[in-house]
């Protein structure tokens, strides 16, 4: 069941590849931080589905494509 839409999903991959690429002009803890939130973002995008989007009840898809919809 997929609870990330479009605009959402296509926000995440490229938030998710400027944060991979983010060690490239950071320092610190934010060196290993950063990218960890890139991958998770991406893996989200992917996945069309957001665990903490199922938690709080959130979607983002239109209904019609929901697989849920009937």
């Known amino acids: 069941m997929s ?3 479009g605009l959402d999903r296509a926000i995440r991959a490229v938030l998710g590849l400027l944060l991979l690429a983010s060690p490239l ?3 610190g803890v934010w060196t290993y931080v950063l990218p960890l939130i890139g991958v ?3 893996g ?7 665990p903490a989007y199922r938690l709080l009840g ?3 898809c239109p209904i019609n494509t929901r697989a849920d919809a009937k």
């Open 58 to 60: 959130i979607s983002t």
């Open 44 to 50: 989200t995008a992917s996945m069309r589905f957001c």
């Open 3 to 5: 609870n990330v839409g």
């Open 25 to 27: 002009l950071v320092t």
């Open 40 to 42: 998770v973002l991406l």
